[in-house]
């Protein structure tokens, strides 16, 4: 089964909020880019994905990820996370409407493309699915079978969200890469340590620098 991954992404200078701690605000802005620029790249080189779309009204973020190969779609409901995945899930089924769509956090800059594969590809056996994250209370990749809708429920406590909707909780270990988006600086350690892309590594010199 091909997939097509529905990436949302806030306007950068909203991006990544809770990081502002560690980075201020000068730095984070180029951080969220960086950290959807790796996820993006590392989604296009995955076997299992046919498509890349990327939700977000940021016009710099838009250009850079539309040069990876993502295909951006305006966030017309401009009513937060749920609705702008709702939103590009409705844009691929109305192209493609048999399409199996995955959910996938636009800060996973350690993102592995064949770990990707892995989950993926068990995520096929299941009408609806998701991957909890590293700290275990959130969820990173929620996928939708074809003719299945999406229902995402991201935010606090997505992980119980997420089950008590009925969608399968996929048990895979060795999918460290898919499990580690970046909320905090601690996060961001951790991603560091795993082996993140180019540009979050290139990003991360300069908060380093500063």
């Avoid at 996929?170 to 898919?178: E, M, N």
Wanted: with cysteine; charged share 20%.
């Amino acid at each position: 089964m091909q997939w097509t991954l529905v990436i949302p992404l806030k306007p950068l200078e909203r991006a990544k909020s809770r990081l502002t701690a560690s980075t201020g605000d000068t730095l984070r802005p180029g951080l969220a880019l960086a950290f959807a620029q790796d996820t993006v790249a590392a989604a296009v080189a995955c076997p299992a994905v046919k498509d890349v779309v990327v939700v977000t009204d940021d016009g710099l973020a838009g250009r850079e990820l539309a040069a990876l190969g993502a295909r951006i779609v305006r966030d017309e409901p401009a009513g937060g996370l749920n609705a702008a995945l709702a939103h590009g899930a409705a844009a691929v089924r109305a192209e493609l409407p048999e399409s199996a769509v995955a959910a996938l956090n636009a800060d996973l800059p350690a993102l592995r493309p064949l770990e990707l594969a892995r989950v993926l590809d068990s995520a096929e056996y299941f009408p609806r699915s998701f991957l909890a994250d590293a700290a275990g209370m959130g969820t990173t990749l929620l996928s939708a079978a074809p003719g299945m809708e999406l229902r995402p429920a991201f935010g606090p406590a997505s992980r119980s969200r997420h089950s008590a909707s009925g969608a399968v909780e996929l048990p895979l270990a060795g999918v460290d890469s898919v499990r580690q988006d970046v909320d905090t600086g601690e996060d961001l350690r951790t991603a560091l340590a795993l082996g993140v892309g180019p540009r979050t590594a290139a990003a991360a010199k300069l908060l380093i620098a500063d």
